[in-house]
């Protein structure tokens, strides 16, 4: 979130050196306001919503956004398909155990617990 802030503000810096002559300094100044505070406002907005916010180029998809918390969730969700997917090379290799010795193993764990 703070590195599209920081985006914003460099740009709106950049474009402000640009620009010399007084008025259009001025009119260019008001409307790189306006931009940073839009682009603020839509940061608050993905930030407290989880769905993704498109962003498109001459009417086609060019980049999606997405909240910290959904990204968060989404490589939780990628890294328990890797365990996942690693679990059924290994049964397939025959390096797995069995349902029965796991839970055997896990009932031995839980009464030691006790």
């Known amino acids: 979130m703070h590195k599209i802030r920081a985006l914003c503000l ?7 050196k640009k620009a010399t002559a007084g008025r259009r300094r001025e009119r260019l ?4 306001l306006r931009s940073y505070a839009r682009c603020c406002k839509h940061i608050e ?9 498109v962003i498109t180029q001459r009417g086609r998809a ?3 956004i997405i909240g910290l918390e959904a990204y968060e ?4 969700d990628k ?10 090379k290994e049964v397939e290799i025959g390096e797995g155990y069995d349902l029965d010795s796991v839970f055997a193993e896990a009932d ?3 009464d030691k617990g006790q």
Request: glycine share 2%; hydrophobic share 45%.
């Open 73 to 76: 969730k989404s490589e939780h």
């Open 45 to 53: 907005t993905i930030a407290k919503n989880p769905d993704p916010l």
């Open 79 to 88: 890294e328990l398909l890797r365990l996942l997917a690693k679990g059924d």
């Open 108 to 110: 031995l764990l839980l």
């Open 29 to 32: 100044r008001q409307n790189l």
């Open 62 to 64: 060019a980049a999606v």
């Open 10 to 16: 460099l740009i709106r810096t950049e474009t402000l």
